[in-house]
Each structure stands twice: as structure tokens, then as C-alpha cells.
């Protein structure tokens, strides 16, 4: 699968036969341009609705989607993991903070940062790689779900779907599915039909309803 990639600030296309140790550097930061788009979206009466994740009402949820972006600068630095809840963020700032984030991440993953090793808050051990792969993941799941959340037509450009699919099936173990509670961290495969797009079929991986509604 071919995939855009950032190296000292030029993007070039990579190749790899295997979605697990492919390079998805360049993917992670068009997804923060494309969570920001969709925040920027969201009206401030808005705010207390509900989303997909129970938990969380639309602010709560735009605050955690600009906080993963951030750790996701800090893991690419090399910095240790919290397991802290993300501050709040005002809507007004969240869409230039997760824009500002992209461009930091893309000059934080360095091609040694791919390979090292990082033990998260919850004692699980991954590559920089699977990182990468995970935030991408984040960060298109919760922007789908604000999308739907706040009357949003989900989309995004087909390539950044693919790869977006790639990097979820790729750093998603199956035991990671209600590890923590039904739907924690994540909750099971949901069904996609046959005319569902690569987004819609993204979102259902990663256990979302795409039908639905608020």
C-alpha cells in the first residue's frame, strides 16, 4: 500500500507489503489536518451533546481528541507517558492546537523513534510504529465520531480511509477489544455492509454503529 511519509519535512510515498511494520508517519499527520477540520465544524451549542463514546459529551470529547494528538508529539520525542486525563480545551482553540500538533508530530517521529520501544500507562509495550498506527487510529475514530455526533457528513479522502483501516487492523489485537469493560478500550467489530465506505468500514473495526444517532 502506498503511503505519504514525512522526513525532514518532505512527503514521499512508501510501499510495504505488511500493514504491520508499515510506515505511516505521513498518514498521522494528514489525519490531525483532517480531525481539525472536523472540529472546526462543531458549533459551541453543541457542546453537551452525546457522542458514540458514552463517556464522553462532545466537549469532553474534543478536549481528548486534541490531548491524543499531543501525546502522540510526545511519544514521537521520546517523552514518558501519563496516564493523566487530558485538560480541557476551548472549542475555539482546539481546531489551530490539533493543526499545530500535526506539524510537531511530523518532525518528532524520526526513523529511530519507529523502532524503539514505549511502555504506555496501561503496562502494555509497543513499537513506535504501532504508535503511530495507534493515534492515526484515534484520532480518525474520534473524529468520526464528533462527524456523526454533530450532524457532520463522515468522510475524508479515500487514501487517508485505506490507510487508516491498515493501521487499525494492524495494532488492534482481538483481546484488546472490552479488555477494560464492554466498549473499553475498544469494543467489538461492528457490522459494515456491502456499500459501506472504507471511513464507514474503518469506524465499524473499531467497534463503532455506523448507523448511528444522536
Known sequence: MDTLVVHDGVMTDTTSSNPATADRRGVLVAAYDHAAEVVAGVRP???VGPTPCPDYDVATLVSHLVGAGWRAV????????????FPHVELS????????AGVEAAGAWSDERLAVTTTMPWGETYTGS???DMYLSELMAHGWDLAVATGQTPGCDEDLATAALAAARAMLRPE???MMGVGNPFGAEQPAGDDATTLERFAAFMGRRIDWQP
Request: charged share 30%; no cysteine; hydrophobic share 30%.
Open 176 to 178: 484488546y477489544r472490552d
Open 45 to 47: 451549542d453543541q457542546l
Open 74 to 85: 510526545a511519544l514521537g520525542r521520546g517523552e514518558t507517558p501519563t496516564g493523566e486525563e
Open 130 to 132: 504501532t504508535l503511530v
Open 93 to 100: 482553540a482546539a481546531a489551530r492546537q490539533l493543526r499545530q
